[in-house]
């Protein structure tokens, strides 16, 4: 038997459970987006989540945003989102002592979340091939921008590299471009690469949980952002796998996505079938041109895209997003108001659900910040305590936990180990 970190998990609210993966017990050692995305799925959901940073902290301490644009490595937004909910302690992995405590960590933990590159982890003996010795049972994670093994392994990567060599950027903007001289793939907003690899690296790690469980064997989870980016492009994938080329064209085909209206844009489609049009014509007062011949159908209103969309702009410029929307709600019309960032904290939808939930950090004060993806009835989502402080639990986890005396703890922060 394998002895495990005693979980020190939240107790129970209101008789249910702490949470859906309250009994496992999960190491971190990332930092950035993918890594502690990861962890925060996990530590959401109750498992008992121990972040490891470097004596300098998780690079997103440094990087912000800060309130009021004042850097401080315990106020920036996405550390604080990112790391609520986990416990954690500062360990250098460079020195011969910090990488003994990980291990001795590792032997009782249910896996471990890392995001060193691979030639890295051999370096420090942090592989699958010597972790695997300490803990048979272990779930490695390792997160890397090309995976473990192939020409790109040592190459190093970015939200930005991984987004256009996954192929997403080749469809950013899709079915916006008009003139490909002139419109290059873009980028897409807030870290979305990042994200996507540290979800695919969750959902995996607990498919290697379940299969752990199941068979008493535990295994290297090798996640590669190139990979979990790609992923995206389903319906790209199989155009080129059935039919050796790219379904989806840069070149705009049809009809916008997004169209601007009186006070900003909105999303409205009721182009694709002739029942949806009836009812936008009943939404739009059945303008005269909605019932001319060139747009009855959709092949006709396909092959007139250009003279429609000119037309149906037109009538959304004397509207606002909220006037298109709950005409297309009233009309049963697809179509939703684009919001922005200020927009989104402040719509009636979300403050209805009570989507935002505030935490109270000690050094950030109250904060907001977006709450559940998805809701449990008998193991609920909660937020159960704010992101660490820069080496808060080093005590509690090196003395309570793994026997350390004071005097040993003293003398490992002396030599930089903690």
């Known amino acids: ?106 032997r009782r933990a249910d896996a471990l979340i890392i995001d060193l590159s691979p030639a890295r982890l051999a370096e420090l003996e942090l592989d699958w091939e010597h972790l695997r010795e300490v803990n048979p049972k272990l779930v490695l994670t390792c997160i890397s921008a090309y995976g473990q093994t192939g020409p790109y392994r040592d190459y190093k990567g970015t939200d930005l590299t991984s987004f256009h060599v996954g192929g997403l950027g080749r469809e950013t903007p899709y079915n916006q471009v008009t003139d490909l001289e002139r419109e290059p793939p873009l980028l897409g907003g807030g870290f979305q ?29 090798d996640v590669s952002a190139m990979e979990a980016v790609a992923n995206m492009l389903r319906i790209s994938l199989a155009g080129v796998s059935y039919t050796g080329r790219l379904v989806i064209q840069r070149l705009k085909n049809g009809f916008s996505w997004v169209q601007p209206c009186k006070d900003g844009h909105v999303s409205l489609s009721p182009f694709g079938f002739d029942h949806w049009w009836e009812r936008f014509k009943q939404m739009a007062d059945r303008p005269d041109w909605a019932d001319e011949e060139v747009f009855a159908n959709i092949i006709a209103r396909l092959q007139n895209a250009d003279v429609l969309e000119t037309l149906i702009n037109s009538w959304l410029a004397e509207r606002t997003k909220r006037e298109v929307y709950e005409l297309a709600l009233e009309h049963g019309v697809p179509g939703f108001p684009v919001h922005s960032m200020g927009e989104v904290l402040g719509a009636r939808q979300l403050r209805a659900r009570e989507f935002f939930v505030e935490v109270d950090h000690p050094v950030a004060g109250r904060i907001e910040q977006p709450g559940a993806p998805s809701r449990f009835s008998a193991t609920p989502w909660r937020i159960r305590r704010p992101a660490p402080l820069l080496g808060q639990h080093n005590r509690e986890v090196l003395c309570d936990r793994l026997g350390y005396v004071p005097d040993e703890l003293l003398a490992l922060r002396r030599a930089g180990v903690v």
């Open 1 to 106: 038997m394998i002895p495990r970190m005693e979980s020190r998990g939240p107790e129970s609210d209101g008789g249910l459970r702490a949470g859906a993966l309250g009994d496992l017990v999960v190491l971190e050692c990332a930092q950035g987006v993918p890594g502690p995305w990861c962890g925060k799925v996990f530590a959401d959901l109750g498992a008992d989540v121990l972040k490891l940073e470097p004596l300098a902290g998780d690079r997103s301490r440094r990087e912000g945003p800060f309130p009021g644009d004042e850097p401080d490595p315990e106020k920036s937004g996405r550390f604080l989102y990112l790391n609520a909910n986990k416990r954690g302690i500062t360990l250098e992995l460079e020195s011969t002592g910090g990488r003994a405590i990980l291990r001795d960590l590792a």
């Open 193 to 221: 690469a990042e994200f996507m690899t540290g979800w695919t690296a969750a959902t995996t790690t607990l498919a290697a949980l379940a299969h752990r469980d199941e068979t008493g064997e535990g295994q290297l989870v």
